[in-house]
């Protein structure tokens, strides 16, 4: 093994005579090997000052492009060299696997990387992971890494988005607002991570306030908005509790205001218990039995 500098062996990286870089992302963690060629660094994708990283993470891998700048490393294997495509796919695939069942309109698109990298052709399917310490996100780093006859591991950013019909202010609006309809357009939008919390039932505007100006362009999210009350402290409700299929329903009167979707308490008229329940649009407050 070559020597390295402090520095770089404080982060856990070593220099082997046959040119490969290996990383060890803890004291406790098997050393992934990263086979780069020159330009060196090329193994290693550009990591956005965003990206869903550990400072302790995102050190390591820039000690690893480091490293590999003042290393003169040999090409792959004459068995062939490993696509690059098939890489940033292993990624990509990776992260569509975790996304929840169901969901529609979700992109997710894997940086390119440098076109002069040549990895040693992998003999069997490569295996995607987050790096260690790293979460799900909008922005994330995928370790692509072949196990099997090559021993090399690339860290590959990953961007989620999704395609939404965003409601979008036509004009500008202040603060305490009551949009209207006409206020608003609904228009494709693609939107950074999963498509959580913005607005795309035009009946929602109805029952709920702006909190904040906003101008016009905007894309519309649930926590720009405030639900209205919908029922005052005495007002006579209707209590509802559904078990099995079955629904029982009830008066009732509310013993403080509710706004949509709160949780308050409400008397049971018949038998004058308090219960809880939460508020829908159409005063009925939905007990849980």
Known sequence: MRNVSTENRRAGFAQHDNGIVALRLSDNSRADLVSMVPPAGAALAHIPPDMNLPSKTRHRLRCLAAVSLLSAIPHAQAEGVQSLKSIRTAAEGFVRAQMPAG???IVIT???????????QCSRTLHAALVSGAQLGARMAVGV???????WTVYVPVTVESEIPA?????????GTHLKPSDVATEKRLVTGLAVG??????????????????AGAVLTMDALLPDY????GEAVTLLAAVGGIEVRAPGRALSD??????????????LRVVEGVVDPTHVIHVTP
């Open 103 to 105: 969901a529609q309109g």
């Open 230 to 233: 919908i029922v005052k402290r």
């Open 110 to 120: 894997a940086a390119e990387l440098d076109s002069r990298l040549r990895l040693a």
């Open 145 to 151: 890494s072949c196990g099997y006859g090559a021993a």
């Open 258 to 271: 509710g706004r949509d979707g709160a949780r308050i308490k409400v008397q049971n008229l018949g038998s």
């Open 167 to 175: 409601l979008v202010l036509r004009v500008p609006a202040p603060r």
């Open 198 to 215: 913005y607005v795309t039932d035009i009946d929602t505007l109805a029952r709920n306030t702006l909190i904040r100006p906003l101008a």
